[in-house]
């Protein structure tokens, strides 16, 4: 609450002077302002010439001002001849804390600047976010950097497993050709066998003319066993290899489909860390405008 000290009624000073006696009761308010207002703060009165009162904040200190005189070229100076509202940043070297000041001109009965109201605001918070926000910013850069470069890996990786894919159905493709060159053989093999017992039949029939023959009839008719015998072990590998290639088919459409999966999470991955980085950005323009 402003307390109103009533012997200023008696005082010529503000008797006179309507505008100095706007300026006292400002003066009297300011630290009410001042513990309303949720950031640490600075907050006095100047007339034309002097500080007539300053309260200082919890770290921000700019020292003894009341009754000094107001320094020449400073946001005072300027508010006061612009009459509109003038406001700066301070480096932390000045007074150890950085802020934001703000100077704004205050008009009397006849609607003449007749002093100023000042407010300092420690940027200690707006530091603290903008440090933040910087973290965040190149973090999220770094992610999408790494996202990027994944989904690159993964598209490349994608393309090698199709590459496999390819070779594995070109695998299979000529196991089913092999498959038919056999059955052929196979048919031949047992078309011989039958001319071999055929011509072991005739050689019998032939008697002491067709012995020589009946040589010739035997020796067909096992290599005629000896082919069938052998396609029957080549087409048991074959089936092997056959199922082999299947189970390899099917790894590589399983590992496709995890690395189609991968290379979409990798894209929204980016896709996040594109909003974090403009919600970085808000989060600067934030700490600026406190």
Known sequence: MVEINEDIFSNPYFTENEDNLLLHFLGKACPMFQEGFPLDCAIGITDKEKFLCYYNGEELNCGDLEGKTIPPGGLITKALESGQVESGTMPKDTYGVAFKASVIPIKGKKNNIIGTLNIAINLKNQDALLEVSDTIQSSSEQLSASSQEIASSAQDLLNKILEVQNYTNEIINQINNTNKILDFINEVSQNTKLLGLNAAIEAARAGE??????????????????????????????????????????????????????????????????????????????????
């Not at 067909?220 to 029957?232: E, G, N, Q, Y």
């Not at 199922?243 to 991968?262: C, F, G, P, R, Y």
Request: proline share 0%; with cysteine; net charge neutral.
């Open 209 to 290: 003319y067709g012995r020589s023959f009946s040589v010739v009839a035997n020796e067909i008719r096992k290599m005629s066993k000896k082919s069938a015998d052998s396609v029957t072990n080549i087409k048991k590998i074959l089936s092997s290899i056959d199922a082999v290639a299947a189970s390899l088919q099917q790894k590589v459409n399983e590992t496709t489909d995890i690395s189609n999966s991968q290379a979409s999470s990798t894209e929204q991955i980016a896709a996040s860390a594109e909003e974090l980085s403009a919600c970085t950005a808000n989060i600067s323009e934030i700490a600026k405008i406190i």
